[in-house]
């Protein structure tokens, strides 16, 4: 894996993903995860979904980038119709848009050569583009691509489960290892179907994340939330 | 002095702002601290100049409602941003909600020629990344006791501007303005301080007058 995939899948990695929760928030205003036991069952679900549907997507885009192909427009578009909450989208690009900020800012040889001109034509295309389309334009493999999009799929709400339950950061981080089995395959399998045509690629859904997302973004013009997802 | 025996010494001098963009004013400090007040007085004292305001409170719309009830700004020149539970992170760490929310307000207000950050209230360690803001304003108050500028950390001693404020409490706390004043010097070397009290003078006119100072220096600069 490319150190830029590794930067990244870095929680430090200056993109936003530190003000998304990817529904956590949501869930443990809820009581939905109170205690670290209820945690790998969020994570996992998410991984299932939203992590699927994020992976296919990087290695999707990987692929086009890997090729020069340039069906960004497509593959927005695609992305977009799997994605019905449309809170779920203004979160996808937004940290989309910063994810590419930041990796535009990355001034280093292997960004300007494999994935500087990439970029332009992407954001050319689509100037708010969704998170795991530009992570795979930037990562340029789709297997790195994919694993990477799965893992930010599910490190994003464990962090979050820290911040806001105080849930203890030492078993939270062990619950995220044990998802590595499942992470692999979902990466496996999101690669497997990176050539495929955008409109024949998977398309998993999670109607209770999306119901969440939507509550989140209602609740959050009411009252108080402290994540923007 | 330079760690790198194959570079040249590092280039000192500040890159002044990006011409054709609002001069970017972060507003940091403790919890409780009068950050937001501030913010307020400063909105009415500049009121003749494109201004617009940022604010990162914990509780998110929190200081945003303040401001839009206190009156002072239209509601569209305020923007607030989600933390994700960590105020300092979104002011130094990782600057993208605070990024968006200045083009945003950038975007909707063409001729901006101001915008003001306020931090969520957070520690003594807090301060603000010079990707996000061009100066910055560091507020405590005497009421958190005289001890603290003298216990530093960036935000004390680094900050463009030291405000020392509510300084009307002073007697009613028994905190020693002299000692605060001294000690804030002292670790600041040479860095201007402010001893304020918004209640003596609502309109901080000696924060405001340096804000404008900053203003001038882009103009002309």
């Known amino acids: 894996m490319s150190v830029l995939a590794l930067m990244l899948a870095d929680s430090r990695f200056p993109g936003g993903g530190h003000a998304h929760s990817g529904g956590l928030e949501e869930a443990a205003a809820r009581g939905l995860v109170r205690t670290e036991a209820d945690l790998p069952a969020f994570l996992s679900g998410r991984l299932r979904t939203a992590g699927v549907l994020a992976a296919v997507f990087a290695a999707a885009a990987a692929h086009s980038a890997a090729g020069r192909v340039d069906n960004w427009s497509t593959l927005d578009e695609e992305l977009d119709a799997r994605t019905p909450s449309s809170a779920q989208r203004s979160a996808s690009r937004a940290q989309g848009r910063a994810t590419a900020r930041a990796a535009a800012a990355m001034a280093v040889p292997s960004v300007d050569n494999v994935c500087g001109s990439t970029l332009r034509v992407l954001l050319a295309a689509t100037p708010r583009p969704h998170h795991a389309i530009v992570l795979g334009a930037v990562i340029a493999s789709p297997p790195d691509a994919a694993l990477v999009a799965a893992y930010l799929s599910v490190s994003g709400p464990a962090s979050a489960s820290v911040r806001l339950l105080g849930l203890d950061p030492l078993r939270v981080n062990g619950s995220l290892a044990a998802l590595e089995p499942l992470l692999r395959s979902v990466a496996a399998d999101a690669a497997a179907s990176a050539a495929l045509d955008p409109a024949a690629l998977p398309a998993p859904g999670a109607p209770a994340l999306d119901l969440l997302a939507e509550e989140h973004d209602r609740h959050h013009r009411e009252e108080v939330r402290l994540f923007a997802s | ?221």
């Open chain 2, 1 to 221: 002095m330079s760690f790198d025996p194959t570079a040249a010494e590092p280039d000192r001098h500040a890159a002044p702002p990006a011409a054709g963009r609002p001069l970017r004013i972060g507003v940091g400090g403790p919890v409780g601290s009068g950050k937001t007040a501030l913010v307020a007085a400063l909105c009415r004292a500049l009121a003749d100049l494109e201004l617009a305001v940022v604010t990162n409170d914990i509780y998110t719309t929190e200081d945003a409602e303040f401001l839009r009830r206190a009156g002072v700004l239209d509601p569209a020149r305020i923007e607030a941003v989600q933390t994700g539970c960590c105020p300092h992170t979104a002011i130094r760490d990782d600057i993208t909600a605070n990024l968006d929310a200045v083009e945003a307000l950038a975007e909707r207000f063409p001729a901006l020629r101001l915008v003001i950050i306020e931090s969520g209230g957070d520690n003594l360690t807090a301060v603000f990344s010079r990707g996000l803001v061009d100066h910055q304003i560091f507020v405590v108050d005497v009421a958190g006791g005289d001890k603290v500028p003298r216990k530093g950390g960036p935000g004390v001693t680094t900050a463009d501007l030291l405000v020392i404020n509510k300084t009307d409490l002073a007697p009613l706390v028994g905190a020693d303005l002299d000692v605060m004043s001294g000690d804030a010097h002292r670790v600041r070397g040479g860095l201007p301080v402010v001893l304020q009290s918004l209640v003596d003078t609502p309109g901080a006119p000696a924060v405001a007058e340096w804000v404008r100072a900053r203003l001038a220096a882009v103009t002309t600069g």
